[in-house]
T-cell receptor, first 117, second 112 residues
Framework: AQKVTQAQTEISVVEKEDVTLDCVYE???????LFWYKQPPSGELVFLIR??????QNEISGRYSWNFQKSTSSFNFTITASQVVDSAVYFC??????????????FGKGTRLSVIA | DTAVSQTPKYLVTQMGNDKSIKCEQN?????MYWYKQDSKKFLKIMFS???????INETVPNRFSPKSPDKAHLNLHINSLELGDSAVYFC???????????FGNGTRLTVT
């Protein structure tokens, strides 16, 4: 069965600090996809990134970067020079790519990030 | 605008009532979902429909019944509402099995 663990329930940082949100996953599939979503205080769920299990290259998008390591089953998310607008709940999610059927995204419990000015 | 839209945004009702939440997507996606987000922000899959066919039905009370009149719509009907049904319900859609989910803005259901 698939499982996603986000051990950090809440993190608080001062603006301009770097912060890393941890995500550890479990799956028996060799082919799977990992996702990060952001949920700002307004409540909508915003897609940030998708990574497949065969691509371990790190990815950078502006102040956001993601570190995927199959050896430790982790897909961590780093925000560099954090800003108040980064304050949100961040979810890591996993989708197994089975040969048949339709597997939903399974979400971690989320990490609430508060960036203080 | 292309999007996943849910109505209503807020729903306040009393225990025992029956209510519906509507969802429509104009993205041309073939799969739609209902997720429930509880007060602790935990997101849990409830149902999944692929081309109007029920694919996933997690352990959800049978008071909850999804209905998909066509592949662009997935409505959620809830009978005999209970206090524990209070949550935010998100509709989502995607194309295929591994694409990102596109979420609606959620419906906050409050049962008093």
């Amino acid at each position: 069965a698939q499982k996603v663990t986000q051990a950090q329930t809440e993190i608080s940082v001062v603006e301009k600090e770097d912060v890393t949100l941890d995500c550890v996953y479990e799956t028996r599939d060799t082919t799977y996809y990992l996702f990060w979503y952001k949920q700002p205080p307004s409540g909508e769920l915003v897609f940030l990134i998708r990574r497949n299990s065969f691509d371990e290259q790190n990815e950078i998008s502006g102040r956001y970067s993601w570190n995927f390591q199959k050896s430790t089953s982790s897909f961590n998310f780093t925000i560099t020079a954090s800003q108040v607008v980064d304050s949100a709940v961040y979810f890591c999610a996993l989708s197994e790519a089975l040969r048949s059927g339709n597997t939903p995204l399974v979400f971690g419990k989320g990490t609430r990030l508060s960036v203080i000015a | 605008d292309t999007a996943v839209s849910q109505t209503p945004k807020y729903l306040v009702t009393q225990m025992g009532n029956d209510k519906s939440i509507k969802c429509e997507q104009n993205l041309g996606h073939d799969t739609m979902y209902w997720y429930k987000q509880d007060s602790k922000k935990f997101l849990k899959i409830m149902f999944s429909y692929n081309n109007k066919e029920l694919i996933i039905n997690e352990t959800v009370p049978n008071r909850f019944s999804p209905k998909s009149p066509d592949k662009a719509h997935l409505n959620l009907h809830i009978n005999s509402l209970e206090l524990g049904d209070s949550a935010v319900y998100f509709c989502a859609s995607r194309q295929g099995r591994v694409a990102p989910l596109h979420f609606g803005n959620g419906t906050r259901l409050t049962v008093t």
